[in-house]
T-cell receptor
Framework: SAVISQKPSRDICQRGTSLTIQCQVD?????MFWYRQQPGQSLTLIAT?????????ESGFVIDKFPISRPNLTFSTLTVSNMSPEDSSIYLC?????????FGSGTRLTVV | AQKITQTQPGMFVQEKEAVTLDCTYD???????LFWYKQPSSGEMIFLIY??????QNATEGRYSLNFQKARKSANLVISASQLGDSAMYFC????????????FGQGTTLQVKP
């Protein structure tokens, strides 16, 4: 299965600033996803990152707040923009290979 | 409506005993996949087991087995011979359709293994 390197692993950010999270995969994958996990909650899909086109966002998530890039089949970034304390969460990227899904180790974001 | 429901927010089990974590799902798509993940306090998502909607037999992976009851739309995880290291959050997830990649997660169940 694919190996994903996700950075940073954690960060503490000031409100109003932005943070870009990176995911690097060790093999080419078509499907790449970004999830948010708010404290004590389950995982919620933010968007599907498409190579060569705009990401597909789920209801409740917008591109201005969570811009995503997918320049090639092994890399993607998620930016959390104009952060507020409500954005404090774990953000995870995930890839699908066949029937399996692999997750990055997560970015634990605290906004103060 | 919830597509994946885990009704047990927390569970306790004695070390070396078996435990069942419940999961029910709702879909009208004949092709779907069901997954269980373990999330320890470190936050990583660890894949445990997968069951396809067309699979005839229940999936097993070591100490993990999936009790798949299609008519009841349930996909319970059974952990045999619990170990202290099994203490974690457990998520049930579903992928609808063959081509879509989206996973929908249940609310999770926190499992604590007692020595």
């Amino acid at each position: 299965s694919a190996v994903i390197s996700q950075k940073p692993s954690r960060d503490i950010c000031q409100r109003g600033t932005s943070l870009t999270i990176q995911c690097q995969v060790d093999s080419q994958v078509t499907m790449m996803f970004w999830y948010r996990q708010q404290p004590g909650q389950s995982l919620t899909l933010i968007a599907t990152a498409n190579q060569g086109s705009e990401a597909t966002y789920e209801s409740g998530f917008v591109i201005d707040k969570f811009p995503i890039s997918r320049p090639n089949l092994t890399f993607s970034t998620l930016t959390v923009s104009n952060m507020s304390p409500e954005d404090s969460s774990i953000y995870l990227c995930s890839v699908r290979q066949g029937e399996g899904y692999t997750f990055g180790s997560g970015t634990r974001l605290t906004v103060v | 409506a919830q597509k994946i429901t885990q009704t047990q927010p927390g569970m306790f089990v004695q070390e070396k005993e078996a435990v069942t974590l419940d999961c029910t799902y709702d879909t009208s798509d004949p092709s779907y996949g069901l997954f269980w993940y373990k999330q320890p306090s470190s936050g990583e998502m660890i894949f445990l087991i997968y069951q396809g909607s067309y699979d005839q037999q229940n999936a097993t992976e070591g100490r993990y087995s999936l009790n798949f009851q299609k008519a009841r739309k349930s996909a319970n995880l059974v952990i045999s011979a619990s170990q202290l290291g099994d203490s974690a959050m457990y998520f049930c997830a579903m992928r609808e359709g063959a081509d879509t990649g989206k996973l929908i997660f249940g609310q999770g169940t926190t499992l604590q293994v007692k020595p």
